[in-house]
């Protein structure tokens, strides 16, 4: 799943291809791809008609891209969403799901969703990276946006009753974060995602908050993580974190810190990859009653 440095890398593509551009026809394919939009896709298609794209923003994983008329068009990529800027010739793919075209005769906006948990719709609001459109307004800030608060983040992370690794992946504590980030950044800072969020001492925190931002900043400057191939830029090039990965999808292979096979453990329907040696589990002392 796409996460906070791929979807920077699709934004970065978005403001240079399509913003400034006027939308001259849109054609919405299936249903699900505009489920958020109450109105169905033919006022979907309606209200983005003519319209201009004035800018690209994020936040966590969400994009948006205000528009002449004061509305907001939103895109989540979900498990497979693709924001490709293709020319009008190219084939159409089997997973195609909405595309808009401009009055410039230049490349469209092709929305490509494999799983289809991805999606685009309009709504108010969200001029800018501070003002958010209402449906974004839970999600927090992530941790490369210059007015991420880490004092607030830590202490709210530390009065949470849960583990570390789910507080991460909590998008209303911080967003951006998923899956991979959460392992790679933990491999980092050696700790355990299953360590109680109440014990993490503050400095311990604030490392994880840096390996957070290093890895997401690393990745950015390789295009992001296409591990399973789905995630692309706009231009339909992957990206080569995934060759940069010390932790995520390592099972079995030495840890790089300490030659330790790595080891995989079931987490919330997926899996968590850590090494058994630098990253310890926590002892369960509040439930064993040991101390
Ligand atoms: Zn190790």
Known sequence: MPELPEVEVVRAGLAQSVVGR?????????PRAT??????????????????????HRRGKYLW???????????????????????PSTPEGPHLRVIIGFNDAGPDLRFVD??????LWVEAG??????????????????????FDEK??????RRRRT???????????????????????LWRVRLHGGRPTSRLPVAKASELVTAIREVMLEALGQGGTSFDSLYVDVNGQSGYFSQSLNAYGRVDQPCLRCGT???????????????????????????TGLR
């Open 65 to 87: 891209l205000p528009l002449s008329d004061g509305q907001v068009l939103l895109g989540h990529l979900g498990m497979s969403g693709q924001l490709l800027v293709e020319a």
């Open 152 to 157: 607030v983040f830590i202490s709210r992370l």
């Open 35 to 56: 489920r958020r939009f109450p109105g169905g896709p033919a006022q979907f298609e309606a209200a983005l008609v003519g319209r201009t794209v004035q800018a690209a």
């Open 163 to 185: 583990e570390i690794k789910r507080a991460l992946l909590d998008q209303t504590l911080i967003s951006g974060v998923g899956n991979i980030y959460a392992d790679e950044a």
């Open 261 to 287: 096979p790595m080891r995989r453990e079931a987490f919330m329907n997926r899996s968590s990859f850590s090494c058994p040696v630098c990253q310890p589990r926590p002892r369960r002392r509040a439930a």
């Open 126 to 147: 969200g001029e800018g990276p501070d003002h958010l459109p209402f449906s974004l307004a839970h999600i927090a800030r992530d941790p490369l946006d210059p007015r």
């Open 22 to 30: 006027q939308i001259s026809w849109v054609s919405a394919r299936h």
């Open 114 to 119: 494999q799983r289809t948990f991805g999606g």
